[in-house]
């Protein structure tokens, strides 16, 4: 461990003193080894997000889709056919549940649909976390375990609902890792993300997984549209508003989609849409190019259990905004002193930070930081002096502007790739970017930053047209109306 210090600071701050631990002959070499103001002017510099570096992640990111969807495996984005060609039309009439697999937790929802006169009668909804052991385990155990919890929330429905003899209580089912869509109820899954590595899913239908185990629980459900969670949240929120044309998840992991014509659609063959247009999947946490990264960011990739690949999503998305503030707060502390005396060694836990405890300390506005220093203390067991705990909110603060701001940029690629093609029907009007996920509902800042990127580069006057907005839950709700609009009954409920 490095040195302690007795005495005010180098660099841009005041140093920790914990002058009862600190044994005379190690003042000799203080001064060099604990100044962290370097590291975080580095830091500060190395994910720097100024306009040239917006536009270019914006360009990138439109150009990247349109190879998406030239052909399949063009570009990282793989621009994913979500196979829903008519959106919720607000006519859809029944009772309906929606399940949401995401990566921290999964939500059970249930909606009376009344339609055009009644709208969304009721809902209930219910939400579990995922226990840890079946991030790693078998498809079984973790379909099970969900069609369990799913069991128990059905009981609960009581008799307020009939349902006609012989008919299944149907499903949206939202499933928010990369799949291959193959029809509007059944699609493979290409790869677990968001550190799941559960064996005998890739490859599968995980509509059959999640069917063989309601089966093996005895329950009469069935899933009747498979929906990824930035898909379910752009049916939900248009159910409400006609002008939301692009949808954004930022959650555990991240993604976007948005509504495109279907002769855009180059690699498109022989799926043809009544409406012509269709929801595009992107994908958008493979994208990579132009990304302002870090040493931080590499190692923190290199440690993952997908290295090289999700890489906008390790670097926008709640699950990795915190281990990245861990991992340059650990450098602080072994190379700069950060904590003088107290033993950072807690601080090598991969993960020991999360994002709600970066956004707690961002809150703080207590004079002497009280949140910030109960925060590292508790979690880990370091103490810190005012000081620190500035310096502590400024690496907060640097990973999470760099993450909103290129959160922003990611939008206006989106919304350019649709303004190239269709002049004026996006820029020229009112558009609405529906955002849902736990990172972008909790953290204010973030918000902020995202916000002030897509405003920057759109310019004050096109900024106005784009309206981004919260839809909370609209995923859920979008899954059950894309289950009822799908329905294998008709629409004669
Ligand atoms: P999922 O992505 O698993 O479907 P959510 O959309 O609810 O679930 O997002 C959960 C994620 O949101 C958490 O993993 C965390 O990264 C982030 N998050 C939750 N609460 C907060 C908070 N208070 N501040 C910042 N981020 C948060
Ligand atoms: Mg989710």
Same mark, same amino acid.
């Given at each position: 461990m490095s040195v302690a210090a007795t005495s005010p600071a180098v660099g841009s701050f005041c140093l920790p003193r914990f002058p009862r631990h600190t044994p005379r002959f190690r003042m000799a070499v203080r001064s060099s080894a604990i100044s962290v103001g370097p590291l975080l002017t580095k830091l500060k510099h190395d994910c720097a997000t100024p306009l040239p570096v917006l536009r270019h992640v914006a360009d990138a990111m439109a150009a990247d889709m349109r190879s998406g969807l030239e052909i399949d495996g063009g570009s990282d984005l793989k621009m994913i056919l979500s196979y829903i060609d008519s959106l919720p039309t607000g006519n859809e009439k029944g009772l309906f549940y929606a399940l949401d697999l995401g990566g921290t937790n999964f939500r059970?929802?249930?909606?009376?649909?009344?339609?055009?006169?009644?709208?969304v009668i009721a809902t209930e909804f219910e939400q579990v976390s995922i226990p840890q052991d079946l991030m790693f385990g078998t498809s079984e155990e973790l379909f099970d375990f969900i069609a369990s919890g799913l069991g128990k929330f059905?009981?609960?429905?009581?008799?307020?609902?009939?349902?006609?003899?012989?008919?299944?209580?149907?499903?949206?089912?939202?499933?928010?890792?990369?799949?291959r869509q193959t029809s509007i109820? *059944? #699609?493979?899954? @290409?790869?677990? &993300?968001?550190?799941? =590595?559960? /064996?005998g899913t890739a490859g599968r239908d995980v509509v059959a997984c999640l069917n063989e185990a309601m089966e093996r629980q005895g329950l009469e459900m069935q899933v009747s549209a498979l929906v990824n969670d930035a898909v379910g949240t752009l049916a939900g929120a248009?159910?409400?508003?006609?002008d939301v044309m692009v949808a954004v998840i930022l959650g555990t992991g991240t993604n976007a989609c948005y509504i495109e014509r279907m002769d855009a659609i180059p690699k498109l063959q022989s799926h043809v849409?009544? *409406? #012509?247009?269709? @929801?595009?999947? &992107?994908?958008?946490? =493979?994208? /990579?190019?132009?990304?302002?990264?870090?040493?931080?960011?590499?190692?923190?990739?290199?440690?993952?259990?997908?290295?090289?690949?999700?890489?906008?999503?390790k670097t926008i998305s709640g699950m990795y905004l915190g281990e990245i503030v861990r991992r340059v707060l650990l450098k602080m502390a072994e190379e700069g002193a950060l904590f003088g005396d107290s033993s950072p060694e807690k601080l090598s836990t991969p993960f020991l930070l999360r994002t709600p405890d970066v956004c707690a300390m961002q809150?703080?506005?207590?004079?002497?930081?009280?949140?910030?220093?109960?925060?590292?203390?508790?979690?880990?067991?370091?103490?810190?002096n005012v000081s620190a705990r500035?310096?502590?909110?400024?690496?907060?603060?640097?990973?999470?502007?760099?993450?909103?701001?290129?959160a922003g940029a990611g939008i206006v690629g989106i919304l350019q790739k649709m303004e190239e093609d269709s002049k004026g029907?996006?820029?020229?009007?009112?558009?609405?970017?529906?955002?849902?996920?736990?990172?972008?509902?909790?953290?204010?800042?973030?918000?902020?930053y995202l916000q002030d990127a897509v405003t920057e580069l759109l310019g004050s006057e096109l900024s106005k047209n784009v309206v981004i907005e919260h839809s909370k839950d609209g995923s859920g709700i979008g899954a059950a109306l894309l289950a009822a609009a799908n329905s294998m009954y008709g629409h004669d409920l």
């Open positions: 059970v929802l249930r909606v009376h649909l009344g339609g055009k006169e009644d709208g059905a009981e609960r429905e009581g008799g307020k609902f009939s349902m006609q003899s012989g008919r299944k209580r149907e499903i949206g089912f939202t499933f928010s890792f990369p799949v109820a *059944s #699609g493979i899954l @290409i790869k677990w &993300t968001k550190g799941f =590595a559960v /064996s248009r159910y409400w508003d006609d849409s009544s *409406s #012509g247009r269709t @929801i595009i999947n &992107t994908e958008w946490g =493979a994208f /990579s190019k132009g990304l302002p990264l870090t040493v931080f960011d590499r190692d923190m990739d290199a440690a993952t259990i997908n290295p090289g690949e999700q890489i906008f999503e809150q703080d506005d207590s004079d002497d930081l009280k949140v910030v220093g109960s925060i590292l203390h508790d979690s880990a067991s370091v103490e810190s500035k310096i502590v909110v400024e690496v907060c603060d640097t990973i999470v502007k760099r993450g909103g701001r290129l029907l996006v820029f020229g009007k009112r558009t609405v970017v529906a955002m849902d996920g736990g990172l972008y509902e909790h953290y204010p800042q973030y918000r902020r």
